[in-house]
């Protein structure tokens, strides 16, 4: 046990090690790796909803592919974000 030289207790490090969670880098690795995969296909999904939006409700225009592609885009950074919470160094 580590002491503080001046107080004879138990120093604020060794009390801080049990309350932390150990994070493997091989785990910061894999979240990472598919946080590209995932905002792609978020945004590939979001991008043929508003195509069929588009060809169904609005007669071929691209209102719908413009608001389905901002939406899918902020969807994705959202998820990036909360996965990039879950990694502590």
């Known amino acids: 046990m580590a002491y503080d030289k001046d107080n004879k207790q138990p120093s604020k490090d060794h009390l801080n090690q049990g309350n932390q969670k150990r994070v493997s880098p091989l785990k910061n690795v894999a979240i990472l790796s598919g946080i590209?995969?995932?905002m792609?296909?978020?945004i590939y999904l979001?991008?043929?909803?508003?195509k069929w939006l588009d060809t169904s409700y609005n007669n071929n225009g691209k209102l719908y592919i413009v608001i389905c592609t901002l939406l899918g885009v902020g969807i994705s950074l959202f998820v990036v974000v909360?996965?990039?919470n879950k990694i502590k160094y």
């Open 36 to 38: 590209g995969i995932e």
């Open 40 to 42: 792609g296909v978020i």
């Open 46 to 50: 979001f991008v043929m909803l508003g």
């Open 82 to 84: 909360k996965q990039l």
